[in-house]
Structure formats: C-alpha cells, structure tokens
C-alpha cells in the first residue's frame, strides 16, 4: 500500500457534512452533477494521487530537474502527469461546458487539489499553473490569442506559466523592467524574468507565459504595466513552432519542492522576441491578480495538503515505535510503548491536526463563497466576493506559516529518524517552507489584509465577516459542550475589533509606517481568530453526528474531531492574548530601530 | 464487436473485516470497489471497441450500490449497462449469481466476446468466467494475458499465464468467454467528461422475474454456506519473560520438552 497522506473520511466530512457542497446541485449551473459525480472525481484523483503522483514524490526530489545548454530536463512522470491532466479534463475541470469545461465546483476541485498536492506537491503544480495562465487568456485575452493557446494548455501539451518577477523586482511588481515595443501585430519583448516556475521543460511541447512588461512610454509604477503572452515557441506562417527568443537561462537549486524547476528567462537576445497583449494596455497588474488571487488560495491548499502527507506519516511511525513506558510503569522488564501513548506525542499530532483540518476548511470556506458567485448575483454575490477578497490572504499565510510548524512536529515525532531521508519528513519540511515566500510573501499578505482588505469599501468586508463568524457562534452556543467554545471565540472577535479599531486610530491619524510596521502580526492575529471558527463549525456537525448513534469507525471520528476542536481552543486560540498586547502597544519599536544598530 | 464485460463490486481490501453472527461481513465499516481483475477486463473491451467499433455493456449483480461501481465502467469509456439487482440472488451462490448473469446476457441476444476478471478479490473462487461459458455453451480462456482479435472479429489469438512464468498461446473463435489476467493492460482512469457523460448512460435495472430465472436464494444453490470465521494461526511466538539466566533456563526446557528438538 501506498504511505497514506491523505484522510479521505475527512475531506468527505468537510465537504458534504461541513459545507454541505450537495446544495449545489440545486443551481441550474450545477444541476448535472450529484454526489455520485462528486465521489467519482474524488476516487478518480486518490487514483491518481496513488498511482502516478505518490510514486514519484521521492524520486522527484532526488533526481532534481537537470539544465544543459538551454534546456531543462525534468523527471518523466511530469509529462505523464501533463498528459493525465489534460486528457482527464483535470487543467480545466470548473470551466463552463462551452469552454470545454465540466463545471465541476470549486469546493470538489480543492478537495481534489489537496490530494494532488498531498501526495507529491512539486509535480502537482505544472498543471495547475497552467490552469491558471490559461485562465487569464481565456478571461481578458483576444478570441485570436484564445485559438492560438489555450487548447493546447488545456490538453496538458503546452504549460503556462506566471512571469512576473525580475532581479530587482519581487515583492514590488511597480519596478519591473522588461520592456515591450510595438511592432507590427505583436509588441518586442526585452528584458529578464527570474525564479519562473516550470520556465522551461522537456515535459511539454511549448512553454506560455504570462508575463508582465511595460510598453515603451508608459507610466511609471503600477499604471504602466502590461500583460504579454509570451511562448517559449510562437507559431509561424505555417502553422510550425519555432523559436521565439525566450532562453532559459538557467535554474535554481533550492531547498525543498525540488521536482519542479524555477527557471531564468532572458528575452529578446537577439532581439526577436514577440509578445502579444493581454486586454488593454497598462492594465496587467489588475488582470494578473485574478490569477494571483487564485494563486494565493492555492498555495494555502499546498501547505495544509503536504502538512497533511507529514501527519499520516508521524502518525504511523508513532503508532508502532516502541520508546520509553508511561510515567506510572515503573519495571524495566515490561516492554516499551508505543510513543503515541505518550501525552506530549498525543499533543503533538493534535497540534499538527488542529492546523491541518482547520486550514484545510478555511480554504474550502473560500471555495464555497466562491460556487457562491458563481450561481447568485446581486447583493449576495458581492457578499461572497467581498468575503473571498477578505479571507485571501488568511487562507494563504495561515497554512504557509502553520504548515511549517506541522510538519516540523511531525517530524518531532519521528525523533532522529525524522532528520535522516530514510523517512519523508525531511522532504516535506524542505517542500514546506517555500509557501510563506511565493505568492506574496507573509509580509505583504499582511499590509495587504490591513492596509487594503480590512479597511476596503469602508469596512464592508470585515463586517460581513463578523457577521458569518457570530452567526457560527450563534448556531453552536445552544450546544451544552460547545457553548463555552462559543463565548471564547466571541471574545477574540471583540479583541480583533479592538485591536482593529487601535490600529485604524494610527492610520488616521495618518502615521502609516507605524500602521503597517506589524501588520504580519495582526495577519497571525486574524489568521488564529478564523480557524477558530472553522472549528467551531466542524464542531457543531460532529456533536450532531455523535447524537446520532454512528458506527464505531465514525464515532471514533467525530471523537477525534471534537478532540481536535477542543485542542484548538485551549493550546492555540489562547496565543491571541499576546498578539493583541503587542498589537495595542504602538511604541514604533521597529520603526524606530535604526539599520546602523544591526552592525556587531 | 459486442462485448459483455462483467463487473463484480467487492470490498477493499484495506478495510477493517468484521465478521457478524459467523455468517456475513459487517457492511457498516467497508467501502466498497471495483474488483481489480474485471477492470483489466473492461480496458480490454475498451480497447477492442477502439480497434473495431461496436459496443461495451456492462453487467452487474448485486445491491443498490454497485451502480457506483457500473457508472465506473461507463466513467471510463464503456456505452451502458445492466444491473441484475435482487436480494434473492445475491443470497444464493455462485450457480445462482451466474445463472441469472447468463440469462441477462441471452436477453441482449449473446455477444461476440463476454469478459469477467480472471477472479474476485474477496471470493476468488475464478468460477464465474468458467461456470457461464459452461451454461451458454461457449468456449472459454482463463488467465488471459493478451488478445489479439483478427480482421474477420472472430479469429481469436489468445495468451494464457501459466505457472513457472510461462505462457501458453491458443487459438479460438468467438463467441467466447475470456477471464482476464491482472498486468494485461493498464486500466485507463475515468476521465471528468467521462464522469458527468456516465451519469446519463443507460443502466436497465432487473429482478429475477424480468430475467426469469428460476434459481434462487440457498434453494437454488447447489453448495450449502456454513460459516466465516478468521483462522486462528497454529504458529503462536512466546515471548519468555524473566532475567537472561532464567530465561535461556526456560528455553533450553522449552526446546527439550515441548519442541523436542535437542
Ligand atoms: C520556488 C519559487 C517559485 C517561484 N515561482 C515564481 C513564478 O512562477 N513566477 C514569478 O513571477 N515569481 C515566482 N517566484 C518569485 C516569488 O514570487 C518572489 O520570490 C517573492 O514574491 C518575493 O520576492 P523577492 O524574492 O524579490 O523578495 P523581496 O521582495 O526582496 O523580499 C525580501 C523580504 O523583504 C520583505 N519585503 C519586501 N518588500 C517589503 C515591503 N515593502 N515592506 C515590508 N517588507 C518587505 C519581504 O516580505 C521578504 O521578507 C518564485 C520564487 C520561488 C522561491
């Protein structure tokens, strides 16, 4: 049998019992599937997670990917998974039927995604990147530019890519360089891109970026960038593929996530390096956030699904290493116990869960808001949006900064065995920590929660916010076993409005260096605040299920989940407490500190 | 080419068995697949149909749920589909179950190739392949490793696997009956048009009465169900307990008097 890295009782738990994704069956948009479809996607990608993922997750990360003159080998399960993914309809499974799609929701797409990443998360993201260069064309791009493209991204033949970063532009996307000449019918692109995931490979036919540049003459800052469709090979006269002056310069070797390559990209060498617009000019940074957005969402789901691969791999090694006896079994002679009886082991995988299964739902709280769009409009469709854009940073920092401590645990777990690469820990603490930085750093996920999305159409979005976590409160408080789980959440919710309006204060009073220095603070602050409340939720529906006389496996279950929820609250929801000292406290220490004071 | 792939739901194997009454599996804790084998088989089919057209129909005895494991097939590529759904069969053996898949396959008029999986994972008594050409008068192969079909659609070139690593290579003509090897062929995996185009193929529900067959239940067995039980394994390890000296004392004793081997 292959590792276990995933509980399929749990993303069925979350999916049909928490979020109650069958109601979506109700829309016309949805009409056509059921639970049958929805189990037969989630089988079908164990299957795949099991058979052509799993196998490849070690050998991918030994046997990194290889650059030589220009070109980048990678390992022979990427075009396998390719071509899987594009002809099992996987690259655009949510897109409408028209657009070849399935209509599949989102909420079924992530769990299916959480599998994929669970079990060999480097080689899941070449298609998912390409779902989401494809995506952009299809939403801003030209009906010609859709017909030269996106059919061959969808089939898995091409990979799309996201090219955003430069040397001297990461984090600032306002200083990017690479520029963009007209010309005639296509623009000339010069310049250089770094860190390109999936830049460059012998996996696919073509490579399709999705990059962004400045149009001679353009604004500075933000307002002058463009978004280029940028092919490794562009299409000539005759329909054949050939160079279109995108050299790949070079790879990284990086820590962890070693199975896909992040590439140097020099364009326009030799000065024949054609791009074509995207939408209209200077609008590239609003367009590419749709994808970025999405990116965000997905990187959370990255972090929880391999933290979740880290857990059923301590979990094992816990339930059958011998070590030490109970502090109350004093004869040497008795044999050794297995290390899960011990309580500090206990508590490690309970921490490792109570992150796991608490951002896993989050990120499926998104999901849901977003097939909420998708079939409402109006007043209620902007709810939904508005909630999305408010809960996208949490979703994608909250398992970033958390799955690293997860999977450390998990790692704890296994004492020295976890060190050494005879088990998988090592890879999956290597894999884990690319999440706080791709995608927006954690820092900018913060400035972007507190400087943007907390004060956003006037505070609309936190509001509604409030109320979806009250009304959680609400619906829980009834319950004996539940009710002081309640109180305490409501509590936190006061204390992120004080801490909120604190902070409002200074921004007011326009001191927005010192508003934003521990932005990255309130992020953590916020972030405890809402896996709370997803456990609270989950909570809920496991005391009803208990009440309902289950099996012995699913009372052993729900146990488990309200052992879970119940650890949440005591062990980590307490950690607010010092967050909102600090946050209350606005004594400029870091602004303060001068870079000279640094030195010895 | 017309071909009848019967497919065989059983319960995963990772699941936890628990035994009710010594008579029958609690339900309640298994999750439920498609028999490994009888998806080799119906990649076969498939692969027929792509070569020479015509159609794959699925049949399945059993409860309500194997509709999941029939949709499977659809999910795959396979046209429609049906579904012998009667308690009374399911509660007699394997006469009994075959019986009333053979009367499902005259009502299509018989096939030109009819697959199962070589066996069931859960049973594996490799009987229902065998006891169906018996009753339709067809010549069979078991243990098929490769098919080739010539021009004609009726010429058959079959690869038997044989013990010690050998194959043996036969020659028959269709109609047949094939049961097939796992490693044939890689199974292909349901893809997601696949899947939603599954919801709406057509699968004919039957009850022994629309299928008029007469054997039923324990009556129409021709074994008799006992029990199920876990076999209790004769090895048992001893762990002997006490410091070294006491210990190999014991041992030596052991060996002497209970295993008698010094
Ligand atoms: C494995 C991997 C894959 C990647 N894939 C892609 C890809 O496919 N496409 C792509 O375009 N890019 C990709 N990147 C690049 C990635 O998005 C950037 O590395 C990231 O955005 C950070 O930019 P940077 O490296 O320039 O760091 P910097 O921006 O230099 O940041 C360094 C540190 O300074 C902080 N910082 C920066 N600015 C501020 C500020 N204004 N206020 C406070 N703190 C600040 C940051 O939070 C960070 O801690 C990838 C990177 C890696 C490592």
């Given amino acids: ?600 | 080419m017309k071909i009848v792939v019967l497919v065989k739901e059983v319960p995963d194997m990772e699941s936890k068995f628990k035994i009710i009454d010594g008579a029958k599996i609690d339900e309640s804790q298994i999750a439920f697949k498609m028999n490994d084998f009888d998806a080799y088989a119906v990649e076969a089919a498939l692969q027929l149909k792509e070569k020479f057209g015509g159609e794959v129909i699925i049949i399945s005895a059993g409860p309500d749920r194997v509709t999941k494991e029939v949709r499977q097939a659809f999910a795959m590529g396979a046209d429609w589909g049906i579904h012998v759904n009667d308690p009374q069969i399911d509660a007699g053996d394997n006469f009994v179950v075959s019986s009333a898949l053979v009367k499902a396959i005259e009502s299509l008029g018989g096939a030109d190739l009819i697959m199962t999986g070589v066996q069931s994972e859960d049973y594996q008594a490799s009987l229902t392949g065998v006891v169906i050409a018996d009753m339709l008068g067809l010549a069979h192969c078991t243990n098929v490793v490769k098919i080739d079909v010539a021009a004609d659609q009726k010429t058959l070139t079959i690869n038997r696997e044989l013990e010690g690593g050998l194959n043996e290579v036969l020659e028959m003509s269709a109609p047949a009956v094939l049961t097939i090897q796992s490693g044939i062929n890689e199974p292909r995996y349901p893809t997601l048009p696949g899947i939603m185009k599954a919801k709406k193929k057509r699968l004919d529900v039957k009850k022994a009465a629309d299928l008029g067959v007469a054997e039923l239940g324990e009556a129409g067995s021709k074994t008799k169900f006992i029990k199920m039980f876990f076999p209790v394994s004769d090895h048992k390890a001893e762990i002997i307990e006490g410091d070294a000296k006491t210990a190999a004392k014991t041992l030596v004793d052991k060996l002497k008097n209970e295993a008698k081997v010094i």
């Avoid at chain 1, 001297?168 to 010069?190: F, Q, V, W």
């Avoid at chain 1, 003459?217 to 307002?223: E, L, R, S, T």
């Avoid at chain 1, 009834?478 to 919710?493: F, I, K, R, V």
């Fill in chain 1, 1 to 600: 049998m292959a590792q276990r890295f995933v509980s399929e009782r749990n993303l069925k738990f979350l999916l049909y019992e928490v979020f109650d994704a069958e109601c979506l069956v109700r829309y016309p948009y949805f009409s056509d599937h059921s639970r049958d479809t929805f189990d037969m996607v989630l089988g079908t990608a164990m299957k795949l997670g099991e058979e052509i993922l799993y196998p490849a997750f070690q050998e991918m990360d030994r046997k990194p990917p290889e650059y030589a003159d220009g070109a980048v080998r990678v390992h022979p399960s990427v075009k396998a998974y390719m071509r899987a993914s594009g002809e099992g309809g996987w690259i655009n499974a949510m897109h409408p039927y028209d657009a070849g799609g399935q209509q599949l929701p989102y909420m079924v797409f992530s769990a299916c995604g959480f599998i994929f990443c669970a079990a060999n998360y480097s080689l899941s993201v070449y298609p998912v990147l390409t779902a989401g260069a494809a995506h952009l064309i299809e939403t801003f791009g030209s009906e010609e530019l859709k017909r030269a493209f996106v059919k061959n991204m969808h089939a898995g033949k091409w990979q799309g890519t996201m090219a955003l970063t430069e040397p001297d532009a990461g984090s600032s996307l306002a200083d990017i360089t690479t520029t963009a000449e007209p010309a005639d019918g296509y623009y000339r692109i010069r310049g250089q891109k770094i860190f390109i995931s999936a830049g460059a490979h012998d996996g696919v036919e073509n490579v399709v970026h999705l990059m962004l540049a400045r149009i001679k003459g353009a604004p500075a800052g933000v307002k002058g960038i463009s978004l280029f469709v940028v092919p490794q090979r562009r299409i000539n006269d005759d329909g054949m593929l050939v160079f279109n002056d995108v050299t790949c310069a070079g790879i990284y070797h990086k820590l962890g996530y070693r199975g896909a390559p992040i590439t140097q990209l020099a364009m326009g060498d030799n000065d024949d390096c054609r791009g074509f617009l995207v939408g209209e000019a200077n609008r590239g940074l609003a367009y590419m956030f749709q994808m970025m957005n999405e990116a965000r969402i997905d990187v959370g789901l990255s972090a929880a699904a391999i933290a979740s691969a880290a857990y059923y791999a301590a979990l094992e090694y816990a339930k059958e290493r011998p070590q030490g006896r109970k502090a109350t079994e004093k004869d040497p002679t008795k044999p050794q116990a297995p290390i899960i009886e011990h309580a500090d082991v206990k508590r490690m995988l309970l921490f490792q869960r109570s992150v796991i299964e608490g951002a896993f739902s989050l990120i499926l709280q998104l999901a849901r808001y977003t097939d909420m769009c998708r079939v409402t409009d109006g007043a209620e469709r902007e709810r939904c949006e508005l909630l999305v854009d408010l809960l996208t940073p949490i979703a994608k920092s909250y398992p970033a900064e958390m799955g690293i401590h997860a999977v450390s645990q998990g790692m704890q777990c296994l004492g020295g065995y976890g060190y050494c690469d005879e088990f998988p820990l090592e890879q999956y603490y290597r894999d884990a920590r690319i999440h706080p930085i791709h995608e927006g750093t954690t820092g900018i996920q913060g400035m972007d929660l507190l400087g943007r999305k907390v004060v956003m159409k006037n505070g609309k979005a936190m509001a509604l916010y409030f109320d979806e976590v009250r009304s959680t409160i609400q619906s829980a408080s009834g319950d004996d076993a539940l009710s002081a789980c309640a109180d305490e959440l409501e509590a936190a919710l006061k204390t992120l409005e004080d801490v909120t309006a604190h902070l409002a204060g200074i921004a007011m009073k326009g001191e927005i260096e010192l508003f934003l220095a521990d932005a990255t603070l309130y992020l953590e602050l916020f972030g405890i605040i809402a896996i709370a409340w997803q456990w609270l939720a989950q909570a809920r529906v496991a005391r009803k299920a208990l009440q309902g006389n289950p099996s012995e496996s699913d009372s052993n279950f729900y146990n488990g989940k309200l052992a879970a929820f119940r650890f949440f609250f005591a062990y980590e929801l307490p950690r607010i407490a010092g967050l909102a000292r600090r946050l209350r406290n606005s004594d400029g220490l870091t602004v303060a500190m001068k870079t000279e004071y640094f030195e010895d």
